[in-house]
C-alpha cells in the first residue's frame, strides 16, 4: 500500500530530516511512529503525502509512485490520503458539517457550497461519518466552541467523508488530556478495524503505541532504529 525505497528528506538549511528510510505498509495495517521531538516522524509523514518533496529515493502509494506525480496524477493520489494534525486544523468559524464536507468536497470551494448547497449524497456520507465518532450532535456547532478531544474527532470525520484509504495522523493526541487521548486512539483503531483503512500515526510516547499499534516503528535522527511487533518494542528502542 505505501512504499518508501532509500527516502531522505535533506531540508533547505541542510538538517537531515530523514536519511535513506526504506520500509512498506500493507494494506489495513495500524503502524505507530515512535521517536522523540526531532527524530523525522514527521518529516516522514509530510513526505508520503508529499506535503513536500524528499531529496532522494522513491514514496510509492498503492503502486502509483507519489515522487514522480504531478497535476491531476498527483491529486487523484492525494484523495486516497487523509490527514490528522496535532492542531486539528479545522475552520474554527464554521460548523462541524461544513469541516466535514469540506473533506468531501475537496480544498476548492464552489459558489454552491459557500452558500451551504450541498449534494445530498455529500451531506449523508458527512453525517454517517460524524456517527462513526460519536459527534453528530454536534454537527451544527462551530468547530471553535469543541474541546480539543471532539475537534479531533471531527477531523477524523473529515477523513472519513474524504473516502479516504490511507489516514496519516501527525501526533493526533499531543494536545490532548489522558482520557481524550484514549478516545481518539480508540475511535482510530476502530475505523481501522472495521474499513480497513491503512493508518500510521506519529506518537512521541511508546505507552500509547503499545496497546494499539499492530507494528512500531522507532525513529532517531532520520533513520529507523526499530521496526517489528509491539512485543519486541522496549523503551530504549
Ligand atoms: P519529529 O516529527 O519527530 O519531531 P521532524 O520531522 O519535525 O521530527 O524533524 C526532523 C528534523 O528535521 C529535526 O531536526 C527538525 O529540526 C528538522 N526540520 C523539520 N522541519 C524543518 C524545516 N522546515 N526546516 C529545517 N529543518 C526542519
Ligand atoms: P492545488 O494544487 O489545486 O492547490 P493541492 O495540491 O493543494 O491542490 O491538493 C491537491 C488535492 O489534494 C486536493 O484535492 C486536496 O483536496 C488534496 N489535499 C491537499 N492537501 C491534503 C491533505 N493534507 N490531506 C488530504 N488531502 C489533501
Known amino acids: 500500500m505505501i512504499e518508501l525505497k532509500n527516502v531522505s528528506k535533506t531540508y533547505a538549511n541542510g538538517t537531515k530530516g530523514l536519511n535513506r528510510i526504506s520500509l512498506s505498509v500493507d494494506k ?19 513526505s508520503i503525502n508529499r506535503l513536500h518533496d524528499i531529496t532522494e529515493g522513491e514514496i510509492i ?32 468559524r464554521t460548523t462541524v458539517l461544513r469541516n466535514v464536507l469540506a473533506g468531501r ?23 454517517q461519518a460524524l456517527e462513526r465518532v460519536n459527534i453528530v450532535e454536534k454537527a451544527y456547532t462551530r468547530a ?9 474527532r471531527v477531523a477524523i470525520a ?23 487521548t484514549k478516545q481518539v486512539m480508540d475511535d482510530l483503531k476502530r475505523i481501522n478495524q ?16 503499545r496497546q494499539y499499534a499492530t507494528r512500531i516503528i522507532g525513529l532517531r ?9 509491539v512485543e519486541d518494542a522496549t523503551d530504549e528502542k
Open 28 to 46: 489495513g495495517e495500524f503502524v505507530v511512529i515512535v521517536g522523540l521531538s526531532g527524530a523525522g516522524k514527521s518529516t516522514l509523514l509530510r
Open 61 to 92: 502509494i498503492d503502486g502509483s509512485s507519489i515522487t514522480r506525480a504531478s497535476g491531476k496524477r498527483l491529486r487523484r493520489i492525494r484523495r486516497d490520503i487523509g490527514m490528522i494534525f496535532q492542531s486539528f486544523n479545522l475552520v474554527k
Open 105 to 127: 468536497v475537496g480544498y476548492h470551494p464552489t459558489w454552491r457550497t459557500i452558500l451551504g448547497l450541498f449534494p445530498k449524497p455529500d451531506q449523508e456520507l458527512a453525517f
Open 144 to 152: 471553535d466552541e469543541l474541546s480539543g478531544g471532539q475537534q479531533q
Open 158 to 180: 473529515r477523513v472519513l467523508a474524504q473516502e479516504a484509504k490511507i489516514i496519516l495522523a501527525d501526533e493526533p493526541v499531543a494536545s490532548l488530556d489522558p482520557l481524550t
Open 194 to 209: 472495521d474499513l480497513g483503512i491503512t493508518t500510521i500515526v506519529n506518537l512521541h510516547f511508546i505507552d500509547p503505541a
Open 221 to 229: 535522527a532520520g533513520e529507523v532504529v526499530f521496526d517489528g511487533p
